[in-house]
């Protein structure tokens, strides 16, 4: 039995080059069920989703291999597998990260957040909503991960003002000792238990004192539970707004960029999707989605409830607020005045975001029609606006300084340096949207995606409104155990040949498609936000999964109610679009030369 156990530890140690090189000799016979060019295609695909669902290799890293497989196997030329990795939506989503880097230097994002809760109040639910709020807002533009990072010391300071130390689930005690001040120097309050347990009872009867204690105790344990919902409702409310911000925006998160990439692949007369469009239509949804959200975190974890019937108990907790009104003051107030460099990232930041929606807005000519046609583009406007912040200086610039010979001669740093640009960019999140599009590259030109649409004709006679359902239930329960970048990229090839066979538009299945993959809040495992929320200790498997079982339910509905309604009009989802008929033509153009070739050899 040891012997056993010994060898099982073992093969566990290796685990990950078992499936290394185990992986490829199961799927073989994928080379010899299919024909040729398109079975050595999807052999590569499912490696590489298989990869990507274990890690067994970096997702970065797997997301390079058809860079090596593509030419081997004779699918595509290296001259067009490598300029995958660089398309513009590359560089869009570079220009994102690097706007992002900027406002983290300067610590804006700090400033807002602060102001933000010093706006909606210090009461439970309220201070909910409004970490909900800006973490959304920052998860438009930094990542969902950084917003995460960010926000959650904030709401731990906040939540030790309010309640002090939060107690040990296994053991509590009732009087909660002297609390250190976290790094971001938010000092804690008294918490209502304590400052109810300072009350003289020294002069007291020894009979009124025992009654005393005996209700204490029990009003002790209400409190603490109390405190124990309150926690677990703040902790587990910023990564899911997290999750839910980043789909307001094509920059906001991985799976919406590769979207656009892979749009321009299948289907490069698809001009619809662009930032302001995405906005309009994904803003709405975030809003209503954060709305719904908050409030059943508010009800789940009883943060809304009349508890306060005792007057002076109430009296107690508006006090530990207001304290607590006061800690988030001084610590907005040790930021200081708004500096020179903060104004100027702010001012870029609006002109990035209002550059980006104006340029085609469709509704109205946007500033792209003063150029040539085809000629601009969104990465255009996002790496403009990244260079100014690499010389843009960040102190105010004066005039006298040329007339004042005792002024220091110190050079002016840049709101940005290249430095902090490649200490907090994640590049391997670039390389794996390279790799997502030279994957759907390899479909199209292998005729893989006319295979993979042969086959779904068993899915015909689906409804539309049906489909749209039943494939956001599928990839939200899918991307709760695998990366969502990974799961979209897998996924949006099927999805944009069913939409063919369906008859409809193929941005019908693919948006819900892209937008379903960033609603995983079952698992801590699910996504990056998800980790870092439960790695704080506070939380456990069973109160994410309850919690986001209906989270992922109202995503899905709100979604499909959203590509019902106001997406129907904003994408033109009605209608069966010309750049759909271009494409068939292509593919059959491409299944009637590969034909020839195989009859031919």
């Not at 060898?7 to 199961?26: D, H, N, Q, Y």
């Not at 060019?37 to 990869?51: N, S």
Request: proline share 6%; hydrophobic share 50%; aromatic share 10%.
């Amino acid at each position: 039995m040891s012997l056993l156990v010994t060898l099982v530890k073992k093969v566990w140690c290796i685990k990950r080059f078992l499936i290394l090189v185990v992986t490829p000799l199961v799927l073989c016979p994928v080379l010899l069920s299919l024909p040729p060019k398109e079975g050595k295609c999807l052999f590569v695909v499912l490696l590489m989703a298989f990869y990507w669902c274990t890690e067994a290799l970096p997702l970065a890293v797997t997301a390079m291999l058809p860079i090596v497989l593509f030419p081997f196997m004779g699918i595509l030329p290296s001259s067009k597998v490598c300029p995958q990795f660089f398309l513009d939506t590359n560089f869009l989503f570079l220009s994102g990260l690097l706007m992002a880097a900027a406002i983290e230097e300067w610590n804006l994002h700090r400033r807002i957040a602060l102001k933000v809760l010093m706006l909606v109040g210090v009461q439970p639910a309220r201070l909910i909503l409004g970490m909900m709020m800006t973490t959304a807002f920052l998860s438009m533009w930094l990542s969902n991960t950084a917003s995460t990072a960010m926000m959650l010391p904030i709401a731990n300071a906040i939540l030790k003002s309010l309640f002090g130390e939060r107690p040990n689930n296994k053991s509590v005690k009732v009087e909660a000792g002297p609390v250190a001040a976290p790094e971001n120097k938010l000092h804690p309050v008294p918490t209502e238990l304590q400052l109810l347990t300072r009350t003289e009872e020294k002069d007291l009867p020894e009979k009124m004192e025992v009654s005393i204690d005996v209700a204490g105790e029990k009003d002790a344990g209400k409190e603490r539970d109390y405190q124990n919902r309150v926690w677990k409702a703040f902790l587990i409310s910023i990564p899911y707004s997290a999750s839910i911000g980043g789909t307001a925006t094509l920059t906001g998160t991985a799976p919406n960029l590769i979207l656009l990439g892979q749009l321009k692949s299948f289907f490069p007369g698809c001009d619809v999707v662009n930032f302001g469009s995405w906005f309009v239509f994904a803003f709405p949804l975030m809003i209503l989605f954060l709305i719904i959200g908050w409030l059943w975190i508010s009800l789940f974890h009883g943060v809304i409830s009349f508890r306060c019937k005792n007057k002076k108990k109430s009296e107690v907790r508006l006090d530990a607020e207001a304290k607590a009104r006061e800690v988030i003051s001084e610590d907005y107030r040790k930021l200081g005045p708004t500096i020179f460099a903060e104004k100027a990232v702010f001012f870029f930041f609006c002109l990035f975001a209002i550059l980006l929606f104006t340029r085609d807005p469709k509704f109205i000519p946007g500033w792209a029609s003063l150029f040539s046609p085809g000629f601009t583009s969104d990465a255009v406007t996002g790496i403009t606006i990244s260079i100014i912040l690499f010389f843009f200086p960040s102190e105010r610039p004066s005039l006298s300084w040329w007339f004042d010979l005792k002024a220091p001669n110190t050079e002016n740093k840049p709101l940005l340096s290249w430095k902090k640009a490649q200490e907090t960019v994640p590049w391997n999140i670039i390389l794996l949207l390279g790799g997502g599009f030279a994957m759907a590259k390899g479909c199209e030109e292998s005729g893989l995606s006319v295979w993979i649409g042969g086959r779904l004709q068993p899915l015909e006679g689906l409804s539309p409104a049906l489909a749209v359902l039943l494939i956001t239930i599928l990839i939200a329960s899918f991307t709760e155990f695998a990366s969502n970048t990974a799961t979209i990229i897998v996924f949006l090839p099927v999805l944009s040949e069913l939409a063919i066979r369906l008859k409809v538009n193929p941005l019908y299945l693919m948006i819900p498609g892209t937008v379903g993959c960033s609603y995983a809040f079952m698992l801590p495992v699910s996504t990056p936000p998800n980790s870092i929320a439960f790695s704080t200790g506070h939380l456990m498997v069973k109160d994410m999964a309850k919690t986001g079982l209906l989270m992922n339910l109202m995503g899905v509905l709100l979604l499909s109610l959203a590509m019902n309604t106001w997406a129907s009009s904003i994408f033109g989802l009605g209608t069966f679009p010309d750049w759909v008929d271009l494409h068939l033509h292509n593919a059959t153009a491409l299944a009637s030369a590969l034909h020839n070739v195989t009859a031919g050899g």
